[in-house]
Structures are given as C-alpha cells and as structure tokens.
Nanobody, 118 residues
Framework: QVQLVESGGGLVQAGGSLRLSCAASGSIFSINVMGWYRQAPGKQRELVAV???????TYADSVKGRFTISRDNGKKMVYLQMNALKPEDTAVYYC????????????WGQGTQVTVSS
C-alpha cells in the first residue's frame, strides 16, 4: 500500500508564491514519473508539470516560466514551486506518482487547495 500526502496549499494574493509538497510512503521500490495536476471548479483535471526519474521536466504552457517542479528521490518527495501566481491558478492541486513496488501503479494524492485572490 502506498500513501501520498500533500501540503503547502493556501490563500495567496496575485503575484505571490506558494510551494507544494507531496510525500510518498509505503511499499515503494522506486518512483518513476512524479507530477502535479490541478482541477478548477467546473473544469477537467489538467496536467501542470511532470518530472521523470531522469530529471526531465514538462510543463503546461500556462505555467511555464512561473512554476518549477523538483523531486527528492531519497525522501520520496516531489515539490511544486509556484511564483507569480494568478487568480486563474486557483484550483485543487493533486500529485500523481508512478510507483514501482510489487507492481507498477499510478497513485493520486488527496489534493490541496490553492486560492489566488486578485
């Protein structure tokens, strides 16, 4: 069993910054892809950023230059540094990890709310 715990969400003014963290625990041999997704009210969940085990990163166009994804393999954690936040970044943010254990499985975190006021 694998558990993901997210933290770091909150309320921030436009132009501000937040750092999200996602910690994985449980039966984990290694973690391949680590990513962040978000879902705004009335909208579909969308990819924000992903990082591979080799460190290759991919970002949604809407966050390029403002958000940075990083990982700490020893701590089994993934981070999302969000700068220059905009009201349209308001959403529930979820981490998603591809975990290699007895099988290779994708797991979702429970989500953390990010609200950006104008």
């Amino acid at each position: 069993q694998v558990q993901l715990v997210e933290s770091g969400g909150g309320l921030v003014q436009a132009g501000g910054s937040l750092r999200l963290s996602c910690a994985a625990s449980g039966s984990i041999f290694s973690i391949n892809v680590m990513g962040w997704y978000r879902q705004a009210p009335g909208k579909q969940r969308e990819l924000v950023a992903v990082i591979t085990s080799g460190g290759t990163t991919t970002y949604a166009d809407s966050v390029k230059g403002r958000f940075t994804i990083s990982r700490d393999n020893g701590k089994k954690m993934v981070y999302l540094q969000m700068n220059a936040l905009k009201p349209e970044d308001t959403a529930v943010y979820y981490c998603r990890l591809q975990v290699v254990g007895t099988t290779t499985t994708w797991y979702w975190g429970q989500g953390t709310q990010v609200t950006v006021s104008s």
